[in-house]
């Protein structure tokens, strides 16, 4: 059975950093893709891809480029995300995602907020 699981979200002050895991039950290698996406608190609530891991190559968000960096940890099948120089809009609920076989698994999302 799949298990997805996000864990390091929190409250930080605009500026400051967190670093999110997500541990997943598979082999990282056996991924066609792995990564963050995030969904905010606006009236039109949507996810929106933040960065990942295809067997492409890596991708990331324009808005989070020099201040977020993804990264993985094979032997323990984590993905991490390190956030930092963070800001207000920054805040959102971030989920991992994990394609495997055209299959989607997410996890049951982590919240970060930036608040002063």
């Known amino acids: 059975q799949w298990h997805v699981a996000e864990s390091g979200g929190g409250m930080v002050q605009p500026g400051g950093s967190l670093r999110l895991s997500c541990v997943v039950s598979e082999d990282l290698f056996s991924l066609d893709f792995m990564g963050w996406y995030r969904e905010g608190p606006a009236i039109e609530r949507q996810r929106e891809l933040v960065a990942g891991f295809s067997r492409s190559g890596t991708t990331q968000a324009s808005s989070v480029k020099g201040r977020f960096t993804i990264s993985r940890d094979n032997p323990k099948n984590t993905v991490y995300l390190q956030m930092n120089s963070l800001k207000f809009e920054d805040t959102a609920v971030y989920y991992c995602?994990?394609?495997?076989?055209?299959?989607?698994?997410w996890g049951q999302g982590t919240q970060v907020t930036v608040s002063s």
């Open positions: 995602k994990v394609i495997m076989g055209g299959k989607e698994y």
